[in-house]
């Protein structure tokens, strides 16, 4: 990553979160290694004390000690569907790829659905085994 594409992604940041972006307290280089060093301590630490065999499943990026949730393990297989129902939410969540401003249509996986029944349909069409709805305080 250049240096004019992190200024860019910084000003896009910015933009994007005007109205709590000054308190952020964002990551430097520095708490990111130390970070890093943490994660890595406390997953030794897991592997090394754990009685049962740790591992991780889907492509690595979940951690288990003895079990995977239902609704984890569907996910991790590509059989679940969440259900965003609109896009309004103030928890200003970091990693949220919403904008959390603006009303929209119920979306999962960038598909909007303005009828129940189409997503409905949906589910059944994709043999989807599970469901969620996240509300992005739903109003």
């Excluded at 200024?7 to 990551?27: F, G, N, P, Q």
């Excluded at 401003?101 to 589910?123: C, G, H, R």
Aim: proline share 5%; with cysteine; glycine share 6%.
């Amino acid at each position: 990553m250049t240096k004019n594409d992190i200024v860019t992604h910084i000003r896009r940041a910015r933009k994007e979160y005007s109205d709590s972006y000054d308190a952020m307290k964002w990551l430097t280089p520095e708490t990111a290694s130390i970070a890093s060093c943490k994660r890595e301590q406390l997953i030794d630490t897991i592997f090394d004390n754990h009685t049962k065999d740790p591992g991780w499943l889907f492509s690595e990026t979940k951690l288990f000690t003895h079990a995977i949730s239902p609704g984890c393990t569907l996910c991790g297989q590509g059989d679940w569907s969440c259900l965003f129902i609109n896009g309004i939410c103030n928890a200003k969540c970091f990693y949220c790829p919403s904008d959390q401003k603006k009303k929209s249509q119920p979306v999962t996986s960038t598909l909007e659905f303005s009828n129940p029944n189409d997503y409905a349909d949906y589910v059944e069409a994709f043999n989807i085994k599970g469901v969620s709805f996240s509300g992005e305080n739903p109003s």
